[in-house]
Every structure is written in C-alpha cells, then in structure tokens.
C-alpha cells in the first residue's frame, strides 16, 4: 500500500472507531477570588479532577484572581457566554435571588456542610425555581456562617450603634441594621483600604474571608455568632455545556450538584476554623458570646427572617424544606 494510502486508511480507521484526531475540547472556569486565596485551590482541584475524568475529551482551565471578571459581574458574563463557567454570590444581583436567600437567613444551619447541601437538595426539589433559568447550575453552596467583625473592641450591643458596618449581601446588610449599625454597601475587594482610612468600622462576613482580604491586619474584633450564610453559584454557560462531547458531559455531572456542594462545604467549614486562629494573631481577639448575649443578638435580627417569609407565600415552604435537609426542625 501507497503511504498515502497508508495514511488515508488509518484516518478512516480511526473515525470509525470513534477516536479521530481531536484535540480535548477547552472551557474556562473563572473565580473571582485574589489569587492566593485558599477556595482557588478547591476550584484549581476541581478542574484539574473533571479534567482527568473526562477521557481526554475536556480541558477545564482555571483563572483565579478576578481576571475575567470580579464579584457581581461573572453570573452575566456566563449567561452571555463570554466565559464557559465562573462561580460568584448570589448577594452581589439584589433581587434576582429572593428564594436563594433562605441560607442567608441568620441561624439557620450550624455548619457549612449542612447549609450547602440543603440550599443544592432545596434547588433539585424545584423549590428554587425560575431563579437559575439564564445558567446551567453545577453546584449550589453556602459559606460558614457570618461574623461581626469590628477595627475597635465592642463591650455591648450598645455600642455598635453608629458604626459603619458592611457586608456582602443585603439580609446581612439589613442585620447591620437591626444590631445598631449603619449599613454601607461595598464589594469586599474595597473593605481593606476603606477600614485602613476608617471609610468603614467593621463588616459581617465568614471568617473563611480573612486570610483571602486580610482583614486580621485592619481588624481586632471577632464576635463568632451565626449571621446566616452567603450562598455562592457554580454556574456553567448552557449552550458550552450542551456542546460538549458525550464523555465531558459525564465527566462534569459526575462532580457536580450534591456531590459538589458536600465537597465545598466541608471544605469552607475546615477553612473557616483555620481561619479563626488566623483572626486571634497578635493582639487580637474571637470572641464567643455567651447564651443569654447571644439569644439576645438573635432576638434583634429575627425580624429579618419574619420579613422575609413575609415577603412572598412560598418562603415558609422552602425554610421548613431548607431546615430540614439541614438537620433541623422548623420553628
């Protein structure tokens, strides 16, 4: 036989048995983190994990660091499909989430893990509905439970009454409120320089946030009580997804939805602890409230729950489904 021959019967032989010349299709998976933070490395493993599993019919490439997109810009940019996937918050779209904000309610779930999987169970049980229509979601999860964290040592309640308190979601915002401070609204790359120039005297936030934005260095306070979640989105473009070979396909679904929201949320939970300690370095403190102080915070922040169920009639059936794949009974 002719080597061009040769060739020509090799390249039909090898269409044939479904393994022609194909490079592995590409996608791009972008984080809004800075780069050293430590949920990259979640997303870094996941990529590199679907990757491996996709029999060479898939790339997954990881862009950390905001490159592509910062929080409250990366839900549009991959519904428009100018990236492929990219995970963000929910609270960075006000309104466009009322239903989703069930895992920000204060005091709702104990840990990470809890919290993650029943928002995903809640989502898969269609009780989220009409709220992730534009997106394909892979996975649905919450981080740990907020804190308050303050520049200046709080005594009492008392005396959060005029600072100047952010946070990264509206029911948060609003807690600020209801605890005596004055509510501001800014994305969480600017809390730094605006607690360093005294712009802001404390944020509610996950602890998980401060080795990510250093907020040990311009802070001392840490109040650990549970201020609800910050739910996040891993969503990928339906029209990629839908373009993908039959094996990248499988290879993806096999690490997403519950699967995915456990696997994140013990990991943020184990990432929230470590964080803690980071948070008492030098002269520094955690502060744990006790029972009676505590009650009394949850007491000031149950009307944000109360309005929330208010709000529209089927929040009282996703909390009671909401708590209950979280181990707990509704009140």
Known sequence: MKPTATILAAAIASILCGTAWAEPQKIRLASPAPGPAAINGFFAR????????????????????????????????VAAGLI??????????PGKYPRSAVAEQPFQFETAEQGSVALQRVY???LLAGEYDDVKVVGLFTFPNASLMLKERLDDLAGLKGRKITAQNPTMQAAAEHLGGVALNLPIPDWYPSLDRGVIDG??????????????????????????????MFVMNRGAYDALPEKARAALDAHAGEMFARGMGKFLEKLNEKSKGLAAQGNNRVVT?????????????APLTEAWLARDPSHAAIRDAFLKEAGRDSD
């Open 46 to 77: 996941w990529a590199e994990d679907v990757t491996a599993a996709s029999d060479a019919t898939l790339t997954v490439e990881f862009v950390p660091g905001g490159v592509l997109g910062r929080e409250g810009q990366l839900l549009d940019r």
């Open 289 to 301: 409230l006790d029972d009676a102080t505590a009650t009394e915070w949850q007491e000031k922040v």
């Open 203 to 232: 944020a509610i936030v996950t602890f998980t946030a401060v080795p990510a934005f250093r907020l040990n260095e311009v802070m001392t306070e840490f109040i650990d009580i549970r201020l609800g979640g910050n739910p996040g």
């Open 124 to 126: 898969e049980a269609g």
């Open 84 to 93: 492929e996937m990219a995970w963000d918050f929910q609270g960075y779209y």
